[in-house]
């Protein structure tokens, strides 16, 4: 089934270690995004990717870096985890950016940061 | 910046009740107005769009009418089920913005009791 793939689906991480969340996609999208889920604040925006090879940053980019070396992958990296990014994490794509092409997501994966 | 705003929940209804979820916006201009749905343990998927106004987006027995007037875009299904049960998000996408992706409200988390 065509779609968006996240892994882990759910990680326990211990606080300063380095975690990288995948996702790859089987659409051809161009575009891929990263949203964070919390309680009580929704969905936010962390990082996107508008084309293979280009990557902006969204509302709450700090502590986490992207890369888009192709149109499939997008992957999330922290580079040391603290208890504050314990939430659950969705990769979604679009046909293209900025068209109102609908999103498509991915199942999620919920990190918990000790 | 353009935003959404729904009702806060969680809704509880009695399966077969009428459902209405509230959702203004604030835009520049008069963007597409979505509803996305979050089923438990799953990714946000599309449930309707509406791409100007007085247009009614339907599916799965939803509706949501663009209301200029009024900057609404409410939720609306007249016989809800058990299955209904889920997050409830209204999204549109911000104008002038880079084509950065839809931005979400918080959600409405609707329980369905038999």
């Known amino acids: 089934i065509a779609g968006i793939t996240q892994a882990p689906t759910s990680q326990i991480l211990a606080a300063g270690r380095r975690m990288t969340l995948r996702c790859t996609q089987d659409?051809?999208?161009?575009?891929m995004y990263w949203y964070r889920q919390d309680l009580g604040l929704g969905l936010r925006l962390i990082h996107y990717?508008?084309?293979?090879?280009?990557?902006g940053k969204g509302e709450v980019p700090d502590g986490y870096s992207v890369s888009r070396a192709n149109t499939d992958d997008f992957p999330l990296t922290l580079a040391s985890a603290v208890p504050s990014q314990t939430s659950v994490y969705f990769c979604a794509s679009s046909d293209k950016a900025g068209d109102n092409s609908p999103l498509h997501f991915g199942n999620g994966t919920r990190l918990t940061v000790t | 910046g353009d935003s959404v705003t729904q009702m806060e929940g969680p809704v509880t209804l009695s399966e077969e009740a009428f459902l209405t979820i509230n959702c203004t916006y604030t835009?520049?201009?008069?963007?597409?107005l979505f509803w996305y749905v979050q089923y438990p343990g799953e990714g946000l998927q599309l449930l309707l769009k509406?791409?100007?106004?007085?247009d009614k987006g339907s599916n799965k027995g939803f509706e949501a009418t663009y209301r200029k007037e009024t900057t609404s875009f409410h939720l609306e299904k007249g016989s809800v089920q058990v299955s209904d049960s889920a997050v409830y998000f209204c999204?549109?996408?911000?104008?002038?913005?880079?084509?950065?992706?839809?931005?979400f409200g918080k959600g409405t988390r609707l329980s369905v009791i038999a």
């Open positions: 659409m051809r999208h161009n575009a």
């Open positions: 990717s508008n084309t293979a090879g280009t990557t």
């Open positions: 509406a791409t100007k106004a007085d």
């Open positions: 999204a549109l996408p911000p104008l002038n913005s880079g084509n950065t992706p839809l931005v």
């Open positions: 835009a520049t201009g008069y963007p597409s």
